[in-house]
């Protein structure tokens, strides 16, 4: 496990840790992967000499990834929420998550290949639902909440009123 971080996000993958973190590293700005460990015995989801560790960064936030097995599952109770700051970054971050195997959700979520939840949201998005104005907040909330993959311009126009 890494010391360099006083607090880093791990992450449970049953045996793809590493596809994962270089799927993210490609994916994702300021992204990498830092470190391969190999398990230096068996365990009970691999042998000796397997990957049993990968420290990977995600958009600047130092995460591990331990191939633990298939005893436990991510869900939706925890997500990266990533914000863009126009459709074509919007698209190019969905389209490479769903378009890995992943699959569309509601809101501006998606699930990557690995069961990993990303909530894939507009600026413009966060400001609407948090306007000061409540009628302005509950226009791009109820056009938030018809959509799959966020639309930047019906977002805009919801606040437009």
């Known amino acids: 496990m890494s010391s360099k971080h006083k607090n880093t996000i791990c992450l449970w993958y049953d ?3 590493l596809e994962a973190a270089q799927f993210y590293a490609k ?8 470190a391969v460990h190999h398990a230096p015995g068996d365990f009970p989801s691999g042998k000796k000499g397997d990957v ?9 936030i ?13 869900d939706e109770a925890f997500s990266f929420q990533v914000a863009t700051d126009d459709q074509e970054e919007t698209d190019r971050l969905w389209n490479a998550i769903v378009g890995n195997g992943g699959q569309e959700s509601a809101c501006g979520w998606c699930k990557d290949k690995w069961g990993l939840s990303w909530q894939i949201t507009p600026r413009v998005l966060s400001e609407g639902v948090t306007d000061p104005d409540p009628a302005v907040a509950q226009r791009v909330f109820a056009a938030m909440m018809e ?4 639309d ?3 977002i805009e126009a919801a606040r437009r009123g």
Do not use: H, Q, Y
Not at 52 to 60: H, K, P, R, S, Y
Not at 147 to 150: A, L, V
């Open 152 to 154: 930047v311009a019906k």
């Open 15 to 17: 045996g793809t840790a």
């Open 147 to 150: 959509m799959r993959k966020i």
């Open 62 to 74: 130092p995460c591990i990834g331990l191939n633990g097995g298939s005893a436990f599952k991510p």
């Open 52 to 60: 049993l560790t990968v420290e990977f960064t995600v958009i600047g």
């Open 27 to 34: 994916t994702f700005p300021d992204s990498s992967v830092d």
